[in-house]
């Protein structure tokens, strides 16, 4: 397999799908004056003063960017994360992210969709593609963690997911683990190894909205409006219904610096360019999906080092 080739013609298949969508392409720095904020996430810091922070992914800046221009964009770029290295993870990745300005959550997951129809058109003549993104299904959280584990992870107390995590042996999560923490181990240990056709993963449990909507769905449940896809056994994009209050922004940007601060982590400064234009952007949904992860499933590699230069 000539890898060179393939991730060239892979990139020119993503740029061809946006040129044809009339998506614009945009360029935002690696490097930026604040890092990011999320509790499981640590950025990069270059040394000098003041200090900088390689980006974790460009969400903020091109945030920032729909706000100021109202219209839809994406960007390919590199993103960088301490600490991340196992058989999925690298330190420095290849992300592909985009922003569609007016699109509700579901418009975003059928763009995805004729994205990833695209790309295996292009593709599918010079390469043996080994998962067939032409049909993704669809399955809501609650639908899965109630098959697997028989209770709803809306509604589910630490508590009661911390039994769950003794009963599954995850022993590395202790007793004061958060909700999120124990729903990450236990949909990771029982339900992510069996997502080996494409599926797209629907509203997740609202304590892992991050920066998405949070909604009540028919059942009464709150739930983060954001979805991830995944393929086999592997998260290779995570969907937003974007968040555009400000004051909700801080809150959550707040609460996250507190559960650092509990882990013994730095705070960190809050963007207020990005604070400054939420409130004026209205509906959109923005998407984050990793390159070498698409690459790895295309080709039905197991490492990410298989798929890298």
Known sequence: M????????????????FESEEVQEVTTPLLRDTGAVEVHLDSVVAQGVPAYFMQTSPEYA??????KYGRSIYQICPAVRAGE???RHRIEFQMLEWYRYKFELADLANDLQKLLRHVMGFLDAGFELKVDFSDIGQVSYKQLFTDCYGTNPHRASARELGRLAVQ???????GDASESDFLDGLFGACIEPGLQTPVIVTDFPSCQA??????????????SCRFELFAKGLEIANAYQELDHAVELERRFGEYNYQRQLLGKADMALDTSLL?????IGTYSGIALGIDRLAMSLLGVDSIAQVTL
């Open 276 to 280: 400054d234009a939420t409130g004026s």
């Open 85 to 87: 290295m196992s058989r």
């Open 210 to 223: 991050a920066l998405a909507e949070i909604r009540t769905d028919q059942e009464g449940d709150e739930i």
């Open 2 to 17: 000539d890898i060179l080739a393939f991730r060239s013609d892979l990139v020119r298949a993503i740029r061809s799908y």
């Open 62 to 67: 091109m945030k920032v960017l729909v706000a």
């Open 168 to 174: 599954a042996g995850l022993t590395h999560l202790a």
